[in-house]
């Protein structure tokens, strides 16, 4: 399995932490799935679920290269990495606490919380028989204080979290690191953020998906039907009317495209964040589509990626960015599709993104968190999205 994850890391351009794989080889992953086989426990790509509530999962062990890659951006964001630290894990499946506490050796500790107590009863149960009983496991609500008056160097959330809980910047020690996968203009991201003051601004930032927060921290995603298999995700406090949008859906699709080659190993994680600010930024009306296989078959639609592909509602068109244009000689190209009278223009102005994009040179987002209430003259310039406890604001930085 590290193996594995060590090949993976390589194909994306990184390199592994050789105490994050000291970690990985250490602690025995099967002994946290013990009602997966032991094939399924040591897949490098898979989660394992431990509890569902209907069709839905709310607990599993996350998938080792999401774990290697999360524990990563927390050793690079501390200074000195994590050896000697003291951390909080938020959402407990037991095996990446037992990892953290290889990670920070006998000098520092861990303490992992659950708000479902057989979740912790559970957790407890295979620490133990890994031998990882000095691991302090709460049941809680980690919205709220886990430890008032306790701070730790590192913060570590595995749950899919909407915002950011006051008290974890609280319970955050100054120029601490906290790493939290986040739903950021409908797109879930894993933030390595330090803490300044009041404020979080993030250091690195990977692609991923978790189970949802349970609890006061719950925020749900709302999907509308647009279509037959075609809805839109809607993440945010974000009104749409479906009928409108359906009427637009309906009309023929006009299609442009960027007039770019891009080679195969181009990365284009961080454009779909550039879409959304740009998208806001300029007055239009943001959105996630997302499609069932059926549907795209069926040529209704074509996006990029048809769990969650930027959108937007703009001047009488539905646009969204579109699957990429394969050539002959294995490169590719960018495109919109778009709906309604305005179609063409509005996919013009959404591949003028797309090209603003590659001109600046591929940058990355840079995410700042700042409490509520914090005024319009006091944040950084760059798009602004307001949440219940924190106001996020998203810049680019050179990739």
């Known amino acids: 399995m590290v193996d594995q994850l060590i090949a993976d890391h390589g194909a994306k351009g990184l390199v592994m932490r050789p105490e994050v794989e000291a970690a990985l080889r250490a602690v ?11 094939e399924e426990a040591y897949r490098a790509d898979q989660a394992v679920v431990t509890k569902r509530r209907g069709d839905e999962a709310v607990s599993s062990v996350s998938a080792p290269w999401l ?3 999360m524990l990563g951006q927390a050793a690079d964001a501390i ?12 959402g407990s499946g037991g095996y990446n606490a037992a990892l953290l506490r290889e990670l920070v050796g006998p000098s520092g500790s861990v303490t992992t919380v659950d708000i479902d107590r057989e979740v912790t009863d559970r957790a407890t149960a295979c620490l133990t028989a890994a031998g990882y009983d000095d691991v302090a496991v709460v049941c809680a609500d980690a919205e709220q204080p886990v430890n008032p008056g306790r701070s730790y160097d590192l913060i570590i959330v595995t749950v899919g979290a909407w915002d950011i809980s006051p008290a974890w910047t609280a319970q955050l020690a100054e120029n601490g690191t906290l790493v939290v996968p986040l739903r950021t203009f409908g797109m879930t991201r894993s933030w390595a953020m330090r803490r300044t003051g009041d404020r979080l601004v993030s250091h690195s930032q990977r692609l991923c998906g978790f189970v949802s927060m349970q609890g006061a921290g719950a925020h749900e995603v709302r999907y509308v039907d647009i279509a037959d298999g075609v809805h839109l995700r809607l993440d945010e ?8 949008v359906a009427e637009l859906l309906a ?10 080659s891009l080679p195969p190993r181009t990365v284009l994680a961080d454009l779909d964040l550039w879409l959304a600010t740009r998208i806001t930024d300029a007055g239009q009306q943001f959105v996630v589509l997302t499609a069932q296989q059926e549907a795209v078959d069926a040529g209704v639609v ?3 990626w048809r769990f969650g592909t930027p959108a937007a509602l703009d001047n009488g068109a539905f646009c969204y960015r579109s699957a990429l244009r394969w050539t002959d000689d294995d490169m590719f190209d960018l495109g919109a599709c778009a709906h309604g009278a305005g179609a063409a223009a509005a996919a013009g102005r959404m591949v003028g993104h797309m090209r603003g994009w590659l001109d600046a040179g591929s940058p990355s987002p840079v995410l700042h968190v700042l409490p509520a209430g914090t005024p319009d003259g006091d944040l950084p ?3 602004v999205l307001d949440k219940r406890h924190s106001r996020f604001v998203l810049t680019f930085a050179p990739a």
Not at 237 to 244: F, I, K
């Open 251 to 260: 009309q023929p699709q006009t299609r442009v495209w960027a007039g770019v």
């Open 67 to 69: 774990i290697a890659e």
């Open 381 to 383: 310039a760059g798009t």
């Open 28 to 38: 025995p992953r099967h002994l946290f799935t013990p009602d997966a086989p032991i």
């Open 302 to 304: 074509a996006p990029a």
């Open 237 to 244: 406090d974000q009104q749409v009317n479906r009928h409108a």
């Open 79 to 90: 200074d000195g990495g994590l050896a000697g630290r003291h951390v909080l894990e938020i």
